[in-house]
C-alpha cells in the first residue's frame, strides 16, 4: 500500500523557510519520518511537492486509484485553493491536513481553510511531528473495523 504525501507551494524549502515559525526540518526530514511511521504497516511513502495548484491537482488525479490515503498540507493553498478543494473532493481514500504553524495563532487570512470540511481531521501547530501523528491517523482509519 502507498500512502500519498501531498506538499504544496513553498514547503519544497522547508528547512530553510521561516525556521522560527516552520521549524528546520527540511522535506526530507519529514518524507523518512513518515516513511518510518508506516513502515510498521508495510506501507510506502509517495511524496510530492509542487508549487503551482495545477501541479497538485494533477497529481491527486494520478494517485488517486493507487494510494490508500494522504496527507496534504497545501501551504497558502488552504486560504483559496479551490481547484485543489475540489480535487480533494473526489479523492476517495481518507486523508489529513496538517499544518506546521498554529494558523489560528497567525494572522487573520490563516484562520480559515477551503480544505478543511472535506478532510477526514486537521492536524495544526505541532510541527514535523504533525506528519507522523496524521500518518498514525490514516493508519488507524484503515484499520478494517473488529467484527
Ligand atoms: C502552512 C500554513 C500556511 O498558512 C502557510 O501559507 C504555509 C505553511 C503550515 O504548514 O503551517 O505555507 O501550511
Not at 528546520?24 to 510530492?48: C, F, K, N, P
Not at 488525479?61 to 497545501?74: E, F, K, L, M, Y
Not at 473526489?90 to 504553524?101: D, G, K, N, R, T
Not at 495563532?105 to 478532510?119: D, G, K, M, T
Amino acid at each position: 500500500s502507498v500512502l500519498l504525501l501531498m506538499n504544496g507551494p513553498n514547503l519544497g524549502i522547508l528547512g530553510r523557510r521561516e525556521p522560527e515559525i516552520y521549524g528546520t526540518d527540511t522535506l526530507a526530514d519529514i518524507e523518512a519520518a513518515v516513511a518510518e511511521e508506516v513502515s510498521v504497516r508495510g506501507w510506502d511513502v509517495l511524496s510530492v511537492q509542487h508549487d503551482s495548484e495545477g501541479d497538485l491537482v494533477g497529481a491527486l488525479h494520478r494517485h488517486s486509484d493507487s494510494t490508500v490515503g494522504a496527507i496534504v498540507n497545501p501551504g497558502a493553498l488552504m486560504i483559496a485553493g479551490w481547484s485543489l478543494r475540489d480535487a480533494l473532493a473526489s479523492y476517495a481514500p481518507p486523508w489529513i491536513e496538517v499544518h506546521l504553524s498554529n494558523v489560528w495563532a497567525r494572522e487573520q487570512f490563516r484562520h480559515e481553510s477551503v480544505i478543511a470540511p472535506l478532510a477526514s481531521g486537521v492536524v495544526v501547530g505541532l510541527g514535523a511531528f504533525g506528519y507522523r501523528l496524521a500518518a498514525q491517523a490514516l493508519m488507524h482509519l484503515s484499520t478494517p473495523a473488529p467484527l
